[in-house]
């Protein structure tokens, strides 16, 4: 009898030891993997990049909405990793979402890029600008990012020239997801990477 409740103890490790614990990786080389959800779009995972391009009846049926990838992990302190590669886009957006909404959102357009918190206020779940000067949309280069929630305080870099710190209590509420999505043309994704801190 003992040996059986130590063979299940055994056999729960890893599927109780998550994101929080070790970390997450997604090489991008199997089409399904589990906290991953690709949506929206017809996307290609193989050889280490996820590709997708927008499909016009698609953004039209989701609201103007482009193809989006969600990572279903739950978190807190976190840093993420990933190299995006955008052709003809005119918007990138990465975003920690909560049980209550957005927690944090990364906007890249061509001219109002902005980092944004969230609040509840007057009944509303509100977006808060944080920063303005986050880099455009920039397309036809892999770029690399780096986005840091510790606390009250969030760490973006985007390429080698931006570095933002910026501060707010809301998004130090957990989160149940991220996602990358954008709008209008290609986009290619890789090493992505899920660090607990």
Same mark, same amino acid.
């Given at each position: 009898?003992?040996?059986?409740?130590? #063979?299940?103890?055994?056999?729960?490790?890893?599927?109780?030891?998550?994101?929080?614990?070790?970390? %997450?990786? /997604?090489?991008?080389?199997?089409?399904?993997?589990?906290?991953?959800?690709?949506?929206?779009? /017809?996307? $290609?995972?193989? @050889?280490?990049?996820?590709?997708?391009? =927008?499909? /016009?009846?698609?953004?039209? *049926?989701?609201?103007? !909405?482009?193809?989006?990838?969600?990572?279903?992990?739950?978190?807190?302190?976190? $840093?993420?990793?990933?190299?995006?590669?955008?052709?003809?886009? *005119?918007?990138?957006?990465?975003?920690?979402?909560?049980?209550?909404? !957005?927690? %944090?959102? #990364? #906007? =890249? @357009?061509? /001219?109002?890029?902005?980092?944004?918190? %969230?609040?509840? *206020?007057?009944?509303?779940?509100?977006?808060? $600008?944080?920063?303005?000067?986050?880099? !455009?949309?920039? @397309?036809?280069?892999?770029?690399?990012?780096?986005?840091?929630? =510790?606390?009250?305080?969030?760490?973006?870099?985007?390429?080698?020239?931006?570095?933002?710190?910026?501060?707010?209590?809301?998004?130090?509420?957990?989160?149940?997801? #991220?996602?990358?999505? %954008?709008?209008?043309?290609?986009?290619?994704?890789?090493?992505? !990477?899920?660090?607990?801190?």
């Amino acid at each position: 009898m003992r040996a059986s409740i130590l #063979l299940l103890a055994a056999l729960a490790l890893p599927l109780s030891a998550g994101p929080k614990d070790a970390g %997450f990786t /997604d090489s991008f080389h199997s089409p399904t993997m589990a906290n991953r959800r690709l949506e929206r779009g /017809d996307w $290609r995972v193989a @050889n280490g990049v996820a590709r997708v391009s =927008q499909d /016009d009846a698609l953004y039209k *049926k989701y609201k103007n !909405h482009g193809p989006i990838v969600f990572y279903d992990l739950p978190m807190r302190d976190v $840093r993420v990793r990933f190299e995006v590669k955008l052709e003809d886009a *005119k918007r990138f957006v990465f975003t920690f979402n909560g049980n209550g909404g !957005h927690v %944090f959102r #990364l #906007l =890249q @357009n061509p /001219d109002n890029s902005a980092l944004l918190a %969230f609040e509840d *206020k007057d009944g509303k779940h509100s977006p808060l $600008r944080l920063d303005t000067s986050a880099p !455009h949309v920039d @397309n036809g280069e892999w770029i690399p990012y780096s986005i840091e929630i =510790q606390g009250e305080t969030a760490k973006v870099s985007i390429g080698d020239a931006y570095r933002k710190s910026v501060r707010h209590p809301s998004l130090a509420a957990p989160k149940t997801n #991220l996602s990358l999505s %954008f709008h209008y043309g290609e986009l290619e994704v890789r090493n992505l !990477h899920v660090e607990p801190l």
